[in-house]
């Protein structure tokens, strides 16, 4: 039991390794997403991701959200504000852009995140950027547009930009948002805050999704949407949200912003696996360009304060438990 514990706590530390499998849950998100787009529309994939994840959370979140209480009222409206943009808008946006939108041009759109979150943490969090992290982001994000490409950055100018383009543009820049705030969230339990944001976002969502049902447009109820809601609601959701929130504690906004490249990568992982495409040289050029431009970044990051404060929450909660 000690070594399964140490286990955990060892993997719990270790930003990278967590941050592969939020960008593997991400890259399924979108993928499953798409795939059941005509048998579930986006705000009750949106609407339901979520109910789930909370009912799923909320008995092992309780204890915490019961003593960090004093500390979640004190901070509402940043509380407020992450709800509304992680959970409330982000997916939902995202949703209902791939209706309009075709795979690439999400991908596309969605790769210029981390060099905005970069800059949006130099901004507004006074980050100071090195010159390696900004040529550690332009090899990343050219490996991402050279995977999309498909080794021909002349196709990059021939892509037409539609209604779903923008809504996904608007969904990419309100994410850049939310990662660089996370960071002056108050020091409460991780399972705290992801539960308060979950309320917060779910409470956004409930009048779109009045409205949809009230439009008559509902669930098809087959085996698909309900294996597509479930996935949503469990690995990119609780899983990929909760070693997301941990990424940015231990490695910063950008550092985990950058690394968030990889999803490109896996989504073209999954689709060699589920969708048959082949493996080219172009993936292999775009996988190691991205690979490197993190490493360039990333080297030398140091855990920010709020991992040490989050690390003297878990030591009062570990104190209070033993009381």
């Known amino acids: 039991m000690q070594n399964k514990s140490r286990f955990f706590a060892s993997l719990w530390s270790r930003a990278y390794v967590l941050l592969t499998f939020t960008a593997l849950f991400w890259a399924g998100n979108a993928i499953v997403a798409r795939a059941a787009c005509e048998l579930v529309l986006p705000v009750a994939l949106a609407f339901w991701r979520w109910t789930i994840a909370l009912a799923i959370i909320l008995p092992f979140a309780w204890r915490h959200l019961r003593r960090n209480a004093p500390v979640i009222r004190g901070n509402w409206r940043m509380l407020l504000v992450l709800g509304a943009l992680g959970i409330g808008a982000f997916n939902t946006l995202l949703y209902s852009g791939l209706q309009q939108t075709t795979a690439l041009n999400a991908m596309l759109l969605q790769s210029g995140q981390p060099a905005l979150i970069l800059f949006l943490g130099a901004i507004f969090m006074g980050d100071s950027t090195a010159l390696r992290q900004i040529v550690g ?16 950055f002349g196709v990059l100018g021939t892509l037409n ?11 990419v820049c309100l994410w850049a948002v939310y990662a ?27 009048p779109f999704y009045a409205l ?27 899983l990929a949200y909760l070693f997301f929130n941990r990424g940015v504690e231990l490695i910063g906004s950008a550092g985990t912003g950058m690394y ?9 992982g999954l689709a060699i696996i589920f969708l048959g495409e082949h493996l080219r040289g172009f993936h292999a050029i775009g996988m190691a360009l991205i690979v490197g431009g993190i490493l360039l970044a990333g080297r030398g990051s ?4 709020g991992a040490v404060v989050s690390s003297k929450t878990d030591n009062i909660e570990r104190r209070n438990e033993s009381e």
């Open 137 to 152: 982001a332009a090899i990343a994000l050219a490996g991402v547009l050279w995977i999309i490409a498909r080794g021909n």
């Open 161 to 171: 930009f539609n209604e779903g383009d923008l809504i996904i543009g608007l969904a």
């Open 180 to 206: 660089v705030m996370l960071r002056r969230c108050p020091a409460i339990h991780p399972l705290s805050l992801f539960a308060v944001t979950l309320i917060v976002g779910i409470i956004v969502i409930a």
């Open 212 to 238: 949809e049902l009230n439009s008559g447009r509902y669930i098809v109820l087959q085996e698909e949407s309900l294996l597509a809601i479930g996935y949503v609601s469990v690995f990119p959701s609780i």
């Open 260 to 268: 968030m490249n990889v999803m490109p990568v896996m989504g073209a």
């Open 302 to 305: 140091k855990p920010l304060a």
